[in-house]
């Protein structure tokens, strides 16, 4: 019975309660870039940087919002039964490949870029194929699971990932309201790039998309409570760095939140960043199982005769090569950059597309409506 | 069975991540101290001490410390290398830096620093009068282990002194700010121990004064709100003239700064302090358990903490180096444009300041 469960499907008939939904979508919001996020505000958005997080989750929201209105007129409808009664589906296959690709090339990067990190300022002599077998072995586990059985254990995951954010008050004494000076987004400053940029940190929420067949009926704000929940988290954490540091210490540390945390010093605990680097490989977990699942969906929809397994290894095994390529952390940074862009697009042009093609269809059913009901 | 085997397998993966490299600690040389000077000759400009325990085979422990010349700070510990049998890795706790180096500049030493995460933010920075190697060389009967009691020093002065506490990430934290200069505590090794000296200020990361004891206890009350301070005054008794010693223990103070930026080119500054404080000991001639004189004794202390405040100042823009921060007080009254075309080092050098003092006496101590 074991075997079967998770592989024929079984799995979909349980929905997902919208409180886990909103802790799931939280979790797979791409941390990773939290830790350079600080630097990343203040380069592109010079001296109060931290308030641009505040701009930028408003277009995340806009986002989300496109998301909530296509299952609220699709009637509940996957996004490819929406698009496929409309496009044929071999004109939409190289627009699928192309997200499947960019989605296990993210995961594969932020995997990668968080081996590097890792091994640069902790255990240098680790060995990278070994850490990313375990990432994909453990991803593995999750898959087969299914989208249910993955949420409950990224709930769990969370938990674990949460509870260095109290560390922060720790770092209260060294804390003045001085440092964040009176200026308001000045020095060299680039609001489109650094709007792309800090936009990465929100991403990971556009494969909510998929979710569709598998939720309760009112899930769609539990979309909002987990984007606000990262907000919230990512500006605490931004504010706390801007009076925590000197402006241009910021632009000279590349992860600030690391420092951060390195210096919490409590009785028992002393250098956390060590710690809470570590167990952020859950939330990271989170994100990679999440781009890999939904690289999962795709293809299953593609070609529907051959079992999800098989796409499970094909997607793991190209995501494992993947990450093996890249030598160094300004190759990783620089894959992941590009891939983060093209994730932006598809976030925002997947969405703006099934709403053209849902507009289309109302509109086209109306007509024939009227059509029927003038005959 | 399937599900068991692939966990067994990722958890063989992640205790094996664990074997790819060894330190075995019996033959390592963990750094407890490094001390940066200049060295005499020009080809190897810098010159690096570093201190280690050693633990001999039958199990005496032990402290060695060796020296070499090299061109930058890297370039000497790969040279250290070569000195010893040990392989050498950090876990400092305390960089001394020689008075010569430190008064060339140490942003060049302090930022291979940050780029090597060996090092931690909370690893103390002094500057030694004359040179680093020579007192972690230095040796003396009671004290097994300079580095350790160095540190032990730097948590004690830390928690007795506001100022005093500077590690990397506050002196960097300073550098960095452009209304603030960073300051480093000054040890010397002249006497029969390691002594402090007092506060090095700089302008930049170049070391420009050192700050007396004195005056580093007015600067902590300068800087900010002090909770269980202490402070020691030594005045004139303004009738007999003669020596008068105050001892005041736990300060509360407050502190307040303004400034005016309305005349650019002679901008004010106010520092308000409000002090509430203990008596532990006091040598005039006055009874202060009675109320007249309580009030005379804090007249007393509220002018020789202006004047001495006032003599520091002084100091202070004299050598330009701006440890209280005044500059961001001002930064964060003009705007931008302002802020960035201001020649912050002219305006400081005229700016006035003016102290304004209330102390309270809250207990005289136990006796009448």
């Known amino acids: 019975m074991v075997k079967k469960r998770g592989i024929n499907g079984d799995h979909m008939k349980e929905r997902l309660h919208p409180l886990q939904l909103s802790i799931l979508i939280y979790t797979i919001q791409n941390g990773l870039v939290l830790y350079s996020l600080p630097r990343l505000v203040a380069e592109y958005f010079g ?3 931290w308030i641009s997080i505040i701009f930028i989750a408003i277009l995340v929201n806009i986002n989300i919002t496109m998301i909530a209105i296509i299952y609220k ?3 509940g409808r996957s996004i490819f039964e929406i698009i496929e009664a409309t496009v044929p589906k071999w004109v939409m296959v190289p627009f699928y490949l192309f997200i499947i690709g960019v989605w296990i090339g993210i995961a594969s990067m932020i995997m990668r870029l968080y ?3 890792f091994k640069m300022m902790f255990f240098p002599a680790l060995p990278v194929s070994l850490f990313i077998a375990l990432f994909i072995l453990l991803s593995f586990q999750l898959l087969r699971g299914g989208i249910y059985k993955m949420t409950k254990a990224i709930v769990v995951l969370c938990a674990f990932v949460q509870p260095m954010l109290f560390l922060l008050f720790y770092l209260i004494p060294e804390f003045d309201f001085v440092r964040y000076t009176t200026f308001f987004f000045k020095g060299d400053t680039d609001f489109f790039k650094g709007g792309l940029q800090v936009y990465t940190a929100f991403l990971g929420i556009e494969v909510s998309i998929l979710f569709f067949p598998m939720v309760e009926k009112k899930w769609t704000k539990a979309l909002f409570i987990g984007n606000l929940l990262s907000t919230v988290s990512y500006l605490l954490i931004t504010f706390i760095c801007f009076g925590f540091f000197s402006f241009k210490q910021i632009l000279n540390d590349i992860f600030p939140v690391m420092t951060l945390f390195e210096y919490t010093e409590v009785a028992f605990l002393s250098r956390a960043e060590n710690l809470c680097f570590s167990v952020f490989a859950f939330k990271l977990l989170a994100i990679i ?12 929809n593609m070609i529907k005769s051959i079992k999800p397994n098989f796409w499970i290894f094909i997607i793991l095994a190209s995501g494992f090569i993947l990450a093996l390529i890249p030598d160094s952390l300004v190759n990783v940074e620089k894959w992941l950059l590009w891939l983060s862009y093209c994730a932006i697009g598809i976030a925002w042009a997947l969405p703006i597309f099934v709403l053209c093609i849902l507009f289309t269809q109302i509109i086209k059913n109306r007509i024939n409506g009227e059509t029927e009901h003038a005959k | 069975m399937q599900n068991k085997m692939i966990v067994m397998i990722a958890i063989c993966c992640l205790f094996l991540t664990g074997c790819g490299g060894s330190k075995i600690i019996e033959e390592l040389a963990i750094l407890e101290s490094v001390a940066f000077d200049l060295s005499d000759s020009k080809e190897n400009p810098i010159k690096t001490t570093v201190l280690f325990p050693t633990v001999s085979k039958e199990g005496k422990a032990g402290i060695q410390t060796l020296t070499a010349d090299g061109k930058s700070s890297h370039d000497t510990f790969i040279k250290l290398q070569n000195l010893t049998n040990l392989k050498i890795v950090g876990g400092q706790s305390a960089i001394l830096f020689g008075e010569e180096l430190s008064k060339k500049g140490l942003i060049n030493i302090i930022e291979t620093f940050t780029r090597d995460p060996e090092f931690g933010t909370r690893v103390k920075f002094a500057i030694v009068e004359g040179k680093g190697e020579e007192l972690l060389k230095k040796k003396i009967p009671s004290v097994p282990d300079n580095a350790e009691y160095l540190y032990s020093f730097f948590e004690k002065l830390g928690t007795q002194n506001k100022v005093l506490n500077t590690n990397k990430y506050r002196f960097l934290r300073d550098y960095y700010d452009d209304g603030i200069d960073p300051v480093l505590p000054v040890f010397s090794y002249e006497g029969d121990n390691i002594e402090l000296k007092g506060l090095g200020t700089f302008k930049g990361d170049q070391y420009v004064t050192r700050l007396t004891l004195i005056e580093t206890q007015i600067l902590n009350l300068l800087s900010g709100d002090i909770k269980n301070g202490s402070l020691m005054i030594s005045m004139n ?16 103070s407050k502190n307040d700064k303004k400034v005016n930026t309305s005349k650019r080119k002679n901008m004010t500054a106010e520092v308000n302090l409000d002090i509430k404080g203990s008596v532990l000991e006091y040598t005039g001639t006055m009874d202060i358990s009675k109320d007249k004189y309580q009030r005379q004794l804090e007249k007393q202390v509220e002018n020789y903490i202006i004047t001495n405040s006032k003599k520091l100042l002084i100091k202070l823009k004299k050598y330009q180096t701006d440890p209280i921060g005044i500059g961001s007080l001002v930064r964060n009254r003009l705007s931008y444009e302002t802020w960035n075309k201001l020649n912050w080092n002219e305006t400081y050098s005229n700016m006035n300041f003016k102290v304004k003092v209330k102390v309270d006496l809250i207990n005289t101590g136990n006796s009448k």
Do not use: M, P
Request: proline content about 0%; cysteine-free; charged content about 10%.
């Open chain 1, 47 to 49: 001296t109060n940087g």
């Open chain 1, 73 to 75: 007129l699709g009637n």
């Open chain 1, 115 to 117: 081996i590097f990190i």
């Open chain 1, 289 to 300: 199982v999440i781009y890999f699942w939904g690289a999962q969906q795709i293809f299953g």
């Open chain 2, 237 to 252: 008794d303004e009738e007999s003239g003669n020596n008068v010693q105050l001892y005041l223990s736990d300060i509360n």
